[in-house]
Nanobody, 116 residues
Framework: QVQLVESGGGLVQPGGSLRLSCAAS????????MAWYRQAPGKEREFVAR????????YYADSVKGRFTISRDNAKSTVLLQMNSLKPEDTAVYYC?????????WGQGTQVTVSS
């Protein structure tokens, strides 16, 4: 079965950094685009970043461009999100996502809180 498990969230001060991980299993990881989304309280879930094989082309939401970096380690079936220069507005639950055969699969999410 397809499984996505996020980790690495926590409390960080504005300007700080955090690295999120998403461990994937149950599908041919290297062949699929992977994405990160986030959802803040009272808001819609929004796109954050995407990485597309085979050349690992990346896309970012304007709100995180220049601060966040998405990458993947195909040997470990893991997608990463390096978050630098964090702002309070980055506070949200962050989710890993893959689409397989017209179905979206989501992880359970990991909480990121940016506060002093």
């Amino acid at each position: 079965q397809v499984q996505l498990v996020e980790s690495g969230g926590g409390l960080v001060q504005p300007g700080g950094s955090l690295r999120l991980s998403c461990a994937a299993s149950g599908f041919d990881f290297s062949g699929y685009p992977m994405a990160w989304y986030r959802q803040a309280p009272g808001k819609e879930r929004e796109f954050v970043a995407r990485i597309i094989p085979p050349y690992e082309i990346t896309y970012y939401a304007d709100s995180v461009k220049g601060r966040f970096t998405i990458s993947r380690d195909n040997a470990k079936s893991t997608v990463l999100l390096q978050m630098n220069s964090l702002k309070p507005e980055d506070t949200a639950v962050y989710y890993c996502k893959v689409n397989i055969r017209l179905r979206d699969y989501w992880g359970q999410g990991t909480q990121v809180t940016v506060s002093s």
